[in-house]
């Protein structure tokens, strides 16, 4: 089985339990954001709205930069928040009552229809060697995800323990399909969230606006995920 409980959370062994633990313990900072999902909904488009709102349109050095600069928390641990550079965000795909929770803080929720997210995840998956799902069929990954069998448990759980908070009012809640049909509009929402001087740099420059959607659009995530899976990550678990 390549799967355990780590303290409430159905994880993978790539996970590791010391370092979860510690992301659990995190105690959030007054000026954090937070970027919160169940997987492969969203997330790393997310971050990479997030991330050009923050830094006025200038991308990363590099792919070590961004990840950096966006941590995952269950993944890299405590450390990874306490020595970021802010304004960042924080990835986590913790269920609400988990989640290491401010009201000071900020949390941007992002949910995708179900079955776009388990093919999604399925792929995700069967392509990683540690899950040692190669020859695995999506009939199969698609009982483990309705039985909750996969990394973070299960989708529905996660997101009503989420959808449930949605009206607090350091809690935006976005559906991938409402972003990817205005993405525009929802730009402007995001950044009015993250600070009034955010959201009035992207009303007083336009072209702004234009670069993020350009930056943040099918072609360029594309060639960023392909080098992100063909060279960063290899080199970083070898």
Request: aromatic share 16%; proline share 5%.
């Amino acid at each position: 089985n390549m799967y355990r409980e780590v303290d409430g959370m159905y994880l993978s062994l790539g996970f590791s339990e010391e370092v979860v633990r510690s992301a659990l313990a995190y105690k959030p900072r007054q000026d954090d954001v937070f970027i919160v999902s169940y997987p492969k909904c969203g997330t790393t488009w997310m971050q990479h709205i997030v991330y050009y709102i923050f830094n006025g349109g200038k991308p990363p050095k590099d792919q070590r930069h961004f990840l950096a600069q966006t941590p995952f928390l269950e993944f890299v641990g405590v450390e990874g928040a306490i020595y970021l550079s802010r304004p960042a965000a924080i990835k986590t795909h913790m269920p609400f009552h988990l989640q290491p929770f401010s009201d000071q803080s900020k949390y941007i929720y992002i949910t995708r229809n179900p079955f776009d997210c388990c093919v999604s995840f399925y792929y995700h998956t069967k392509h990683l060697p540690e899950y040692r799902f190669e020859d695995g069929t999506f009939d199969e990954f698609f009982e483990f995800f309705l039985k909750g069998q996969v990394d973070f448990g299960d989708y529905f759980t996660h997101l009503l323990s989420w959808y449930e908070e949605r009206n607090r009012p350091n809690i935006m809640f976005v559906t991938y399909e409402d972003l990817k049909k205005d993405t525009r509009v929802w730009i402007q929402k995001l950044a009015d969230f993250l600070g009034e001087e955010y959201g009035r740099r992207l009303r007083e420059h336009p072209d702004l606006l234009e670069r993020i959607l350009e930056l943040t659009g099918v072609k360029h995530m594309k060639g960023w995920v392909n080098d992100l899976m063909g060279n960063v990550l290899p080199q970083v678990c070898s």
